[in-house]
């Protein structure tokens, strides 16, 4: 089994309507990542959660919100979406050892289609 | 603020060797990570340097030099299954906040052909 898992893997919506990313882990890690993966422009950080009662705006918050509603799970949610968050999502976890070289592990991605 | 730049594409033939550089600027800087992704599949990680120099891990090894601001994949016999999107990231802006909150490259292609 997956380590960090993303539900749905694909979905398909249109303008307006709410829309929820979910991502589960069970390393055990602290720290949860939202990232948007956008064609020619990498990995762009959403929103990041140190703890269940730490959540703090990335680079591209706007638009989105988040939930952390255990320390295992982590939610993304577009509240009205547009054409323009079409885009890959991941998840990542990091233990949080309170040192740099944070080591990432992500999730498979969800691949969301706003029309 | 922060920005790391790496070429869009390298194509090379089964059994070569590719450098993919990475160069950054960024108010405060820690180390540089580097992560493969397949396919749009889940990005992993390969390498990280802190300091200046050469890590090596099997066939691939990275390098730093801070004075230069500056790093480097380097993949070694090359094989089909290395072709692949490889991102560098760093935690950048100096401070301990940032730690954790890699920010990306926007990647280089590699296409590895026989």
């Known amino acids: 089994d997956a380590d960090v898992t993303q539900t749905p893997r694909n979905r398909i919506t249109k303008t307006g309507k709410r829309i929820m990313l979910e991502c589960s882990q069970t390393k055990g890690h602290d720290r949860m990542y939202w990232y948007r993966q956008d064609p020619g422009l990498g990995l762009r950080l959403i929103y990041y959660?140190?703890?269940?009662?730490?959540?703090n705006k990335g680079e591209i918050s706007d638009g989105y919100s988040v939930s952390r509603q255990a320390q295992a799970k982590f939610s993304l949610s577009l509240e009205s979406a547009i054409p323009n968050q079409t885009a890959l999502y991941f998840c990542a976890t990091s233990d949080g050892l309170g040192t740099a070289n944070e080591k990432l592990f992500f999730g498979s991605g969800t691949q969301l289609s706003v029309l | 603020g922060q920005s790391l730049e790496q070429p869009s594409e390298v194509t090379a033939v089964e059994g070569a060797i590719v450098q993919i550089n990475c160069t950054y600027q960024?108010?405060?800087?820690?180390?540089l990570s580097w992560y493969q992704q397949h396919d749009g599949g889940a990005p992993t990680f390969l390498s990280y340097n802190a300091l200046d120099g050469l890590e090596e891990t099997g066939r691939f090894s990275s390098f730093l030099s801070r004075s230069d601001s500056y790093g480097y994949l380097l993949l070694q016999e090359l094989q089909m299954k290395d072709s692949a999107s490889y991102f560098c990231a760093d935690e950048g802006e100096g401070t301990t906040d940032s730690w954790g909150k890699l920010q990306f490259g926007a990647g280089t292609q590699v296409v590895v052909t026989p």
């Open positions: 960024t108010s405060g800087f820690y180390g």
């Open positions: 959660s140190f703890d269940v009662k730490d959540i």
